[in-house]
């Protein structure tokens, strides 16, 4: 087994391997989330930055997804069997008027947000739809705080799988739902936050639904490509740290994951720091990291107007605390003041993002004052999803209620 991808559970004291084909949600020994593994390359580093690159002048379906370019660190799929929107491919683009840009030698923001579905998420939904597919699954299925639905709705429409989102009633942005509706998803409002409908949605396990939350590790497979295309923008000269929104923290615990294998493959040798950023008011990981205690205590319940990352028992705790630990990152929190300035000088850039992105700017700044990140340090914000997904924040926000 071991020459081939398995999965493998992600807690180390327990590291029981699995067969890929039996699609376990979690290990069926100790109840710990599962990693996917995917055997290292031999190739010449190189050899495969230049293959990488030259892909990109290629039209080829396979080629033109930022995602499936990075194929070789990714499970292998016949090329008609995968279900992709040429997802990927996102700009990094320099900071030029914020307060940080003049603090730190260089800032950048990479903009997730100009996927197919407006987030970071179509990155790793690509992998866990055609995973779905190849499971022979009849439905897809997720909870989410709405983000997830969307990208969910879209990939398994190209699929043509039937797909159902429980979304927590009346805290998701309508703009989310509009877009899960429009590519036809079955929406369940359940009653509570993200937590109660993601509890709703494995108790529902069994009906032959197929999870695609982020507890199915192939989701994180593809977002690990974020870190690879980042690398390559960067002439695989990594940045000093890396800034990245916690909500579920899939996405901490994917990009630890495609650091590890960039180290063990020898395409990088610096470890660039992962922190990751919370709202005051959904920080359950903030907390855990700042009172090094041993287990995440769960937030009843969160509350932050960036509702991407309002989330209270976020299920990848440990794999981002794993990679926390690889990178020798940190996690920390940032005020609701904090996210609406940062959100608004985000905005001024003519870049634009939705609120939980804005947390990594209202961090660096706050990490840069401190004197926490050295002046002469690159640094990257890894903005997750489009302005135009939370209009009305920004609505909220504009002063035209007063009649500016
Ligand atoms: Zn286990």
């Not at 190849?134 to 799988?161: D, E, I, K, P, Q």
């Not at 936050?193 to 396990?205: E, K």
């Not at 990257?380 to 035209?400: Q, Y």
């Amino acid at each position: 087994m071991p020459d081939a991808v398995h999965l493998r559970c992600s807690d180390p004291a327990c590291a029981a391997t699995l067969d890929a084909r039996d699609n376990p949600l979690a290990c069926p020994r100790c109840g710990g989330l599962l990693d996917v593994v995917v055997p290292l390359p031999q190739a010449d580093p190189r050899d495969l930055q230049r293959a990488w690159l030259e892909r990109r002048r290629s039209n080829d379906a396979l080629d033109a997804s930022g995602v499936w370019r990075f194929r070789e660190f990714l499970p292998a799929y016949p090329a008609p069997a995968l279900v992709s929107l040429r997802e990927g491919n996102t700009p990094l683009l320099d900071a030029r008027h914020v307060p940080a840009a003049s603090r730190v030698a260089r800032l950048f923001f990479k903009h997730l947000g100009w996927n197919p579905t407006g987030s970071f998420k179509d990155t790793g939904m690509t992998v866990g739809i055609t995973e779905a597919k190849r499971a022979g699954a009849a439905r897809v299925a997720c909870a989410s705080t709405g983000n997830t639905a969307a990208s969910m709705a879209a990939y398994a429409a190209r699929a043509g799988l039937p797909a159902r989102a429980y979304l927590p009633r009346g805290a998701v942005s309508g703009a989310k739902l509009a877009q899960a509706i429009d590519y036809g998803a079955e929406i369940v409002e359940v009653d509570g936050n993200f937590d109660a409908a993601l509890a709703r949605l494995v108790a529902g396990a069994g009906t032959g639904e197929y999870f695609v939350n982020s507890l199915n590790p192939f989701r994180l497979e593809g977002q690990k490509t974020v870190i690879f295309e980042l690398l390559e923008q960067l002439q695989w000269s990594p940045p000093d740290v890396i800034v990245v929104p916690g909500g579920n923290l899939g996405n901490v615990s994917a990009f630890g994951k495609a650091i590890e294998e960039l180290v063990a493959s020898g395409l990088i040798a610096k470890r660039p720091r992962l922190v990751v950023v919370q709202a005051e008011g959904a920080n359950p990981f903030a907390r855990l990291w700042r009172s090094g205690a041993a287990a995440l205590e769960p937030q009843r319940d969160p509350q932050t107007e960036a509702t991407a990352i309002r989330i209270g028992a976020p299920a990848s705790w440990k794999k981002a605390l794993r990679a926390l630990r690889f990178t020798d990152g940190l996690a920390m929190d940032v005020s609701e003041n904090a996210i609406r300035d940062a959100k608004a000088a985000i905005g001024r850039e003519g870049i634009g993002c939705e609120p939980a992105s804005a947390t990594t700017l209202a961090a660096i700044e706050q990490l840069a004052a401190d004197g926490r990140i050295d002046r002469d340090a690159t640094v990257v914000a890894i903005l997750t999803g489009h302005a135009l997904k939370d209009p009305d924040f920004i609505m909220r926000h504009s002063g035209r209620e007063r009649g500016v």
